[in-house]
T-cell receptor, first 115, second 112 residues
């Protein structure tokens, strides 16, 4: 049981490049989400999904796309990277709200630098 | 990962002391609260949670206190150890809703 797995761990991009951050979980969690973490800003929600085929925007969705074709995977796409997207990105999952266990399980993060 | 600590409130304690980390939450409708610990270069890890029908919940060396009147949450760590050094986040949501809202975090530094 690996939990939440994120790849890559580090990435450097040039402005305007695109890339996909991968996230996979093996806990059969319906809910998956992406956060970004910046100094002094805490964790801010980018996008989330409550199941395959369903996604929704969080607090800071601009510049990012997501899709959820399977329960296990929730990739985050940067279409045209900007320096403002330099951050540490975390994927997190949990069972659907309303179950007994509401806590989020986090991956180990992707540190992204956009030059 | 290392830049997470910049600009954060910091609590410095000696090994063996008890630590208290505070959090003010924003939404009076929130009824579920969680504390997470984040070590440098790692993702946040669950410590303890509490629902709004409780005022206090204890775990191993940790206690969470909830004061709904003033929308305040605290995490108490007994006999703090150097391994407790990390950034601690509180988070809130309304049970049955999807999204957790996180506080900005407090850095705990434990000196041997």
């Amino acid at each position: 049981n690996a939990g939440v797995t994120q790849t890559p761990k580090f990435q450097v991009l040039k402005t305007g490049q695109s890339m996909t951050l991968q996230c996979a979980q093996d806990m059969n969690h319906e809910y998956m989400s992406w956060y970004r973490q910046d100094p002094g800003m805490g964790l801010r929600l980018i996008h989330y999904s409550v199941g395959a085929g369903i996604t929704d925007q969080g607090e800071v969705p601009n510049g990012y796309n997501v899709s959820r074709s399977t329960t296990e995977d929730f990739p985050l796409r940067l279409l045209s990277a900007a320096p403002s997207q330099t951050s540490v990105y975390f994927c997190a999952s949990r069972p659907l709200p309303g179950t007994a266990n509401e806590k989020l399980f986090f991956g180990s993060g992707t540190q992204l630098s956009v030059l | 990962g290392e830049s997470v600590g910049l600009h954060l409130p910091t609590l410095s304690v000696q090994e063996g002391d008890n630590s208290i980390i505070n959090c003010a939450y924003s939404n009076s409708a929130s009824d579920y609260f969680i504390w997470y610990k984040q070590e440098s270069g790692k993702g946040p890890q669950f410590i303890i949670d509490i629902r709004s029908n409780m005022d206090k919940r204890q775990g191993q060396r940790v206690t969470v206190l909830l004061n709904k009147t003033v929308k305040h949450l605290s995490l108490q760590i007994a006999a703090t150890q150097p391994g407790d050094s990390a950034v601690y986040f509180c988070a809130e949501n309304k049970l049955g809703y999807s999204t957790l809202t996180f506080g900005k975090g407090t850095m705990l530094l434990v000196s041997p």
